[in-house]
């Protein structure tokens, strides 16, 4: 195996095995909590735990395939290759480093479940705005991933084709 199937190779394996676990927090584990769970401040606090180390590892994961993309890519980093990797660990950061901290310290303000508060308080509203941003947030460096997996299925179609075609030339 060349050094630019062994980078695309551990891109794919990276970013599949995070994008499953998002995946799976965002379809089935937070769903889960929310409707077993006695409270809805109960299963925030059980996804809270859980999101960090899925934003974390989006981070990673990016950076990760950035440095495999450059074993890869021939004719050197476009904005073509690099903006995906660009939206996860984008994504990823600022829910993580951004709307989290700004979640945080509403809950602590409020001082206990944000579902007592009045639909109309501001606090409230606000909680909705962040916890919408963050879903929008993981679900472009969601999209991110879902490209560059594509975009590597197509190179590597797009490559067998022509190794194909060579092949049929010369024989």
């Known amino acids: 195996m060349k050094d630019g199937q062994l980078g695309a190779a551990i891109e794919l394996v990276a970013l599949s095995v995070w994008l499953g676990a998002a995946i799976l927090v965002a379809t089935v584990v937070a769903p889960a909590a929310f409707a077993v769970l006695p409270s809805r401040t109960v299963a925030g606090a059980l996804v809270g ?82 916890h919408a941003f963050s879903v929008l947030c993981l679900g472009i460096a969601m999209l991110g991933a879902v490209a560059v997996i594509a975009g590597q299925f197509y190179a590597a179609r797009k490559s067998d084709r022509a190794v194909r075609s060579s092949t049929a030339i010369t024989a």
């Open 49 to 130: 735990r859980i999101l960090p180390i899925i934003f974390i590892a989006g981070i990673a994961t990016a950076i990760i395939a950035a440095a495999c993309e450059m074993t890869v890519s021939r004719s050197g980093l476009s904005i073509r290759l690099m903006a995906p990797l660009i939206a996860i660990a984008a994504g990823c950061a600022i829910a993580q480093f951004v709307i989290a901290p700004r979640i945080e310290r509403i809950r602590v303000v409020v001082g206990g479940p944000i579902e007592a508060l009045d639909s109309n308080d501001p606090r409230r509203l606000m909680f909705g705005k962040l």
